[in-house]
C-alpha cells in the first residue's frame, strides 16, 4: 500500500521556474535523464484503456522530447502530433528512428516550425506549448502525458490544464502520469502532482480514475535524499453531461 503522504506541503515548489531557454540547454548538453530509450512501461500496461477498442486514434504528446512512445503508436497505425521547444529532441527522434522528415514554418504560429515523417503519421511542432491549440490540429482522442504536467512551472498549471481539457475530444482518453515525492528534499523538475491537485486542475469538467501507483524508487532518487517516489497513472475523459 502506498502511504497518502497528505502531510506534504503542496506550496513548496509553488515558485520555481524553469524558462523555456533551460530546457533548450539541457537538449544541447544531452542532460536528459528524464529520457527513455524504451517504450514506457505504464503505456504499454494501460494502452488497452486508452485505445478502448478504438483503431486509428489521434494522440497528442505534450512536450514530447524524443519519446519512443510515438513511434510505438504510429506503428500500430495511430496519429501522433508532439509538442516540443527544444529542436535538437525533434530532430534526434526522427534520426534515431530511422525516419525522414520534412521541416516547414507554421502560419498560424509564428516562429515555429513543424517537423513531420514521411513514413509515419507524426507531426513534431516545435513552439511553445501555450501557443499550441486546437487551431492548429483540431483536438485528440488520444493524450499520454510523461513528463509533461511534471516538468511544468507548477504556477502554470491551471493554464495547462485549460489548453489539454481544450484539446480533448469528447471521447479523450487522456493517460497523465504523476510523481509523489517528498518536495521538500529535492526541488525538482520534475515536479510532485499530489492526487489533490490532478482532481482541483481537471475534476470540475473530467471524471478521473486512477489505473495504476507503483513504487519507483530507485538509487538516482535516493542521491536525491528521497525516501520514497512513487509514480500514478490516471485516465481522465470528459464528463459527458
Known sequence: ????????????QADRVMALGEWEERWREDQTGWHRPHVNKMLESNIEKVLDGRKGVKFFFPLCGKALDMKWL????????GVEIAEKAIKQF??????????????????AKVYKSSERNISLYQCDLYNFSSAIEG?????????????????DRQKYAALITSLMDKDCRYLLDTLLYNPEVYKGPPFFV?????QSLFGKSCDIELLQS????????????????????HLITLKTN
Open 194 to 198: 499530489p492526487d489533490e491537485q490532478v
Open 94 to 111: 526522427f534520426e534515431e528512428s530511422n525516419m525522414t522528415y520534412s521541416e516547414e514554418t507554421v502560419s498560424a504560429l509564428p516562429g
Open 214 to 233: 507503483l513504487d519507483a524508487l530507485t538509487d538516482r532518487e535516493k542521491a536525491r535524499g528521497m525516501d520514497f517516489f512513487t509514480e500514478k497513472v
Open 74 to 81: 504510429a506503428d500500430m497505425g495511430h496519429s501522433v502530433v
Open 1 to 12: 500500500n502506498t502511504p497518502t503522504h497528505s502531510f506534504l506541503n503542496v506550496y513548496t
Open 139 to 155: 483536438q485528440f482522442g488520444g493524450i499520454w502525458d510523461r513528463g509533461s504536467l511534471v516538468a511544468i512551472n507548477p504556477r
